[in-house]
């Protein structure tokens, strides 16, 4: 038979070990404990990648939380993972939530990035949107497909080296481009040839070249004299001006007038150069007037016209016929 009290203790002891290994567990997970006052957050994304249920919520590097579930959406095209929260750190709603990973192949964490905490604290329950995390597969696919532009355009350059090594490198362009330098360096002796002969000629030309600067400081000194007493007869005479400004309005309105009227055939003027029949009897009357002043020239003012007789005799001859 048993002993009751030995079992007691056994009984006991078996309990104060399970609460010592929940704590130690919890202790270890670095989870909130069952006292703890938690809230739930649902963070949407399109993909989790190796995300699993209990890793951890860091907030500024801080664990806040622990993932507890990750389930697809009912439309298929997201993932809702189920985050739980200690109620003690309080998040914005404008704060940014990302899928990252510790190093390059350590464990991936929901990241809890703080911005402005400008909006009101998430309540529990509310729904969030997470970034998805970085893809190697879908970064090395982008690579190769990179490498492979690369190589493309690689082979793109050696054929263009390629080409600018046969057609611009041959040895007959290579002969022209030697001629050209050299020819280049011949005109750049005669350009110092001339200009050593420039400098030469400015030398021994020297005093003439002063004296012709010195003729226009002196002509630009009468110009501004003559400019000073321009301005001065114009100031003077500005009401004499104004005055022939004013006539001159007057007569260039004056003759616009008579060019109208003439073009609308007002005045005998006007009439001559639209009528025809005034045209013609003006022509006749210039050619009178011009053999009239030739008659005038030649035989005088008293001269008239002689009289012309007939060109046969009405006197009978009284001489001898010679039917006789």
Known sequence: MENPGQARKVGLFVVVALVLLAMLILNFSKGASLWTPTVHFTVESQNVGGLKPGAHVLMSGVPVGLVESIDLGADGRKVLILCRIEKRFGIHRDAHWEIEQSGFLGDQYVSVVPTLNEGPYLEDGANVRAQAPFNMQEAARSAVGLMQRLDSTAGKIDTAVARVDRMLLSEATLSDLTNSIASLRKLSDKADMALSDVRQLVRSNSPAIAGTLSNLTEFSRHLTTVATNLNSVIDANKGSLQASLANLQTVASDAKGLVSDLQA????????????????????????????????????????????????????????????
């Open 265 to 324: 055939g007002r005045g005998v003027a006007g009439r001559l150069l639209k009528d025809e029949t005034l045209q013609l009897q003006a022509g006749d009357m210039m050619s009178n007037l011009v053999v009239l002043s030739s008659n005038l020239s030649r035989h005088g003012i008293l001269w008239k016209p002689r009289t012309l007789g007939p060109l046969t005799n009405s006197t009978r001859y009284s001489g001898r016929t010679p039917f006789r």
